[in-house]
């Protein structure tokens, strides 16, 4: 009975996960409609998203508070801000990406871009040594990336060539989050680890989208508008960070690796049911071949470390 309920407790842990997967993927979709549809600028959206969540966050941490509170170091303290700055790059480098190039492909080359650049910067940074397996993956995804980006890089068109180049800056800013963040572990909530990240996160975006004036046009948003912006920090960022939370704690980590690299995949064929958007023959293989190469160096686990 007791294994019956553990396997129970674990296919609900990877539903939720593939629940937040799914909605993380919407994101894209629902920035690049208010890119479309409004003046509204990509940094001026990661402020509003983070300041959206902020809030929410914030609630979550004193309901969930236990009895010693929540135990901030300095040292926790000082990673959490440092992890919130990163946060506010990878944020507004990718809504940036989504409006240049597409929800699906900015998606794809970000999330599946990332792990290859963890996976290359872990070695000489930890100490860690990845298997053979893992190293063919990570050609294979560079290779699939290539397949994925090349009718842009062939494309005459600079904007999206120039939109191509920072999704892969906001992959290389998610990369160094993940590998901060391994030096960043906390004694208290993972909701006040959030919280924290990301209101540092709405602190460094604020006075630049202002100096930049990307806030100028927020007058002119419509009532659709501002629902999208409210979607956007409520439901793929705040119920998808529970969700995937909720997930991980009946869910081995390398299962829920595997299943949140659905994200960009949900994310493209959204964005081709809903968006229009193509990615041609030579893009679709080289999807397939960058997710599966990630799927495959997921699998793999942690790899091992140099003593």
């Given amino acids: 009975m007791t294994v019956l309920s553990s396997k129970n407790a674990a ?22 409609t208010l890119f479309t549809r409004s003046e509204l600028e990509p940094l001026a959206l990661a402020f509003l998203r983070l300041c959206v969540a902020c809030p929410f966050f914030g609630v979550l941490m004193w309901h969930t508070r236990k009895p010693g509170g929540f135990r901030l170091s300095r040292g926790l303290f000082i990673g959490l ?14 809504l940036w990406a989504v409006d240049l190039t597409g929800a699906g492909i900015a998606t794809l080359i970000t999330l599946c871009l990332a792990p290859v650049l963890v996976a290359i910067a872990a070695a000489p940074l930890l100490g860690e040594r990845p298997t053979l397996t893992t190293v063919l993956a990570l050609i294979s995804a560079i290779v699939g990336t290539l397949m994925l980006v090349s009718g842009d890089i062939s494309n005459p068109d600079a904007t999206r060539l120039g939109g191509v180049m920072i999704a ?11 590998l901060t ?8 909530s993972v909701f006040g680890t959030a919280f924290i990240c990301f209101t540092t996160g709405a602190i460094v975006l604020a006075p630049i989208a202002y100096l930049t004036g990307s806030l100028d046009g927020l007058g002119a948003l419509d009532g659709v508008d501002w629902l999208l912006i409210a979607y956007i920090g409520i439901v793929p960022t705040c119920v998808g960070y529970v969700c995937f939370f909720r997930g991980m704690e009946t869910t081995p980590a390398t299962t829920s690796s595997i299943i949140v690299t659905l994200e960009p995949l949900f994310a493209a064929l959204l964005a081709w049911m809903i968006l229009g958007e193509s990615l041609g023959t030579l893009g679709i293989i080289g999807a397939v071949v960058l997710t599966v190469s990630v799927l495959v160096a997921s699998r793999n686990g942690a790899p091992a470390r140099d003593e």
């Fill in 11 to 32: 296919v609900r842990g990877a539903i939720l996960i593939a629940i937040a997967a799914a909605l993380w993927a919407t994101t894209s979709i629902a920035a690049k």
């Fill in 81 to 94: 801000v440092g992890l919130g700055f990163l946060q506010a790059g990878y944020q507004g480098a990718y």
């Fill in 168 to 178: 892969v800056l906001a992959a290389a800013v998610y990369a160094a989050f993940t």
């Fill in 181 to 188: 963040s391994r030096h960043v572990s906390g004694s208290g």
